[in-house]
């Protein structure tokens, strides 16, 4: 069992930067797929960026170029930068960790999540 905790949101204006980290206790990610999802308020949960078990990125289409995902398996933490941020960013940010060797894509398939961190970007 894993357990995650993120940190690092905020209230920030339209240009700005902020960096989230994610704390895991309890198991290694190492073997994990690690991702970051969004679920502004009133909307669905969406996949923002992916970090794989081999080092591999993937990003949302409309969000490349200002995010960065990274990870340190030695000290079980996962990151995202973000750049340039917008209004419609504005969300609350959650840390999910898929099962050992496996691949979730999809919310569902994900059994473990944070309790979100809250960004608030204004105009």
């Known amino acids: 069992q894993v357990e995650l905790v993120e940190a690092g949101g905020g209230s920030v204006q339209a240009g700005g930067s902020l960096r989230l980290s994610c704390v895991a206790s309890g198991d290694t990610i190492t073997t994990r797929r690690m991702s970051w999802f969004r679920q502004p308020a009133g909307k669905e949960r969406e996949s923002v960026a992916v970090?794989?078990?081999?080092?591999?990125?993937t990003y949302a289409d409309s969000l490349k170029g200002r995010l960065t995902i990274s990870r340190d398996n030695a000290t079980a933490i996962l990151y995202l930068q973000m750049h340039r941020l917008q209004p419609e960013d504005s969300a609350m940010y959650y840390c999910?960790?898929?099962?050992?060797?496996?691949?979730?894509?999809?919310?569902?398939?994900?059994?473990?999540w944070g309790q979100g961190t809250q960004v608030t970007v204004s105009s």
């Open positions: 970090s794989d078990r081999d080092g591999s990125t």
């Open positions: 999910a960790a898929g099962r050992p060797w496996e691949a979730p894509r999809r919310v569902y398939e994900y059994p473990h």
